[in-house]
């Protein structure tokens, strides 16, 4: 059945929890192209085409010319931070853009100001700005966040709202008690519960007003029997967790490839080296926790060790992340991986990726606010697995294995666009171009 999309009215406020690095460079791309002075490259909902029908019909629309999106001229940008920079200033001291293009948007950059954080220290220990929301009880703190998302609507003439957090990564915990219903989650929060972290308050009163949350970071958020219920009682689209960039993009382009040809594999060992505010962040140990148990599940969902053990079954997977500031944004990761071949004969991969963490990001936002905008609008609540591919930890119902290889993700993402717009979907079976051939002969 092809569900029914609601036609795209009025504007989208897109809201983002932290204003940082990946937030700033997101919002000064997007002004940038409406001006015509840069170009949206990475993002598939922009730049991206999709086949439809058949081989032979040619027809290669770009998505947004195929799906009816939100225009990228009718977005209001705003946020929460723990500091209270304007998005300007946090662009600038992110140094990620050229700050002689940062100044020929700053009127529309300085615009933005965040909104007070909700914040708990004991979730991230290395930072301490003062922008942040007081109240006696979580509670209060999830109803203010509910205030400040209508109040954002209604300054903004806004028909729509969708977060994305972007905010930095929380200290590691796990799914217990509190997490489980509705009313454990609600009793939580009027108690306090330490259980309860920043990022599960902003999802809470997102999915209060049926406003679609997806979640940038590792941290376990949206991802808890409570808030998957909330979602689907109040038909809100949720995703996550963390966007998929730099070093496991690649993991996840290679060992699909290396897999497809039934190469083993020994070991892989990832190192990094950043320096911007997120570095820092994690390099609290309780927060690097939270991330490398994102990037360290990948390789075992791809390869699967448990039906392959002679290829993969000894392989080795190691992940690090070092603070090093004179890198800033600019991350540079290196990976060994050790791979053998026929008979057994071992090999060697060197990768050094110089990237741009937040240049790879960006577009992985705006998107993702675009397809929970339009994934909203076509009555599809609950947990959006056709959008792991832009998810490093693709959540996922309970039970089901996410699936990493981001070829196999991107087929899901094309096939749920066709879909949703009425077209055939595409198997890449092909057998029925030789049948015609025959018949025709
Ligand atoms: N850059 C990438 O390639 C990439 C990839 C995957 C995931 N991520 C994740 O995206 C997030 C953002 O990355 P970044 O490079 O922009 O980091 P950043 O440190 O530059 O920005 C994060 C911002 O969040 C703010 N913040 C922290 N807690 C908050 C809260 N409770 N409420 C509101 N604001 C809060 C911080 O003050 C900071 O300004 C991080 O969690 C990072 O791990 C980034």
Request: proline fraction near 5%; glycine fraction near 8%; hydrophobic fraction near 40%.
């Amino acid at each position: 059945m092809q569900p029914h999309i609601q036609t795209v009215e009025g504007k989208l406020g897109i809201l983002l929890p932290g204003l940082g690095a990946v937030a700033t460079t997101m919002i000064a791309g997007v002004i940038a192209v409406k001006k015509g002075i840069a170009q949206p490259i990475g993002s598939l909902t922009q730049m991206g085409s999709i086949r439809l029908g058949k081989r032979t019909e040619n027809r290669y629309p770009l998505i947004k010319d195929f799906v009816p999106l939100a225009h990228i001229n009718d977005i209001a940008f705003g946020g929460w931070d723990v500091y209270a920079d304007n998005v300007y200033e946090s662009a600038l001291n992110a140094k990620v853009l050229e700050p002689g293009l940062l100044l020929s948007i700053k009127p529309e950059l300085e615009a933005i100001v965040p909104m007070k954080a909700v914040f708990d220290k004991s979730y991230i220990k290395n930072l301490d700005g003062n922008n942040v929301k007081k109240a006696a009880t979580k509670f209060e703190l999830a109803t203010a966040v509910m205030d400040d998302i209508e109040n954002f609507r209604d300054a903004n003439n806004c028909s729509r709202i969708v977060i994305v957090w972007c905010g930095s990564t929380e200290k590691y915990i796990e799914e217990s008690a509190v997490h489980q219903t509705i009313e454990s989650f609600e009793e939580g929060l009027r108690n306090n519960d330490p259980a309860i972290s920043p990022s599960m308050i902003y999802a809470y009163a997102a999915l209060h007003l049926g406003v679609p949350f997806a979640n940038g970071a590792p941290n376990l958020t949206c991802d808890i029997p409570a808030l998957i219920q909330l979602a689907k009682e109040t038909d809100t689209p949720i995703g996550g967790k963390d966007f998929k960039t730099g070093q496991t993009l690649m993991k996840t382009i290679l060992a699909p490839g290396l897999h497809a040809r039934a190469l083993g594999i020994r070991g892989w060992f990832s190192t990094n080296i950043l320096g911007n505010r997120d570095g820092w962040v994690l390099d609290e140990p309780e927060n690097f926790k939270t991330k490398e148990v994102s990037k360290l599940s990948v390789l075992d969902d791809i390869l699967r060790p448990d039906i392959n053990p002679e290829l993969y079954g000894d392989l080795y997977h190691k992940v690090r992340i070092n603070y090093y500031p004179p890198h800033g944004d600019n991350k540079e990761s290196w990976d060994n991986i050790d791979i053998f071949g026929w008979l057994g004969y071992p090999m060697q991969i060197k990768i050094n990726f110089l990237c741009r963490d937040s240049i790879l990001a960006a577009p992985i936002v705006l998107d993702l606010a675009l397809l929970m905008d339009l994934a909203k609008r076509s009555h599809m609540s609950g947990i959006q697995e056709w959008l792991s591919f832009y998810f490093k930890s693709p959540q996922t119902a309970t039970g089901l294995r996410p699936e990493h290889d981001i070829f196999k993700q991107l087929i899901k993402l094309q096939n749920t666009l066709r879909h949703l717009m009425g077209e055939d979907l595409i198997t890449h079976l092909g057998l029925d171009y030789y049948q015609d051939l025959v018949e025709a002969l």
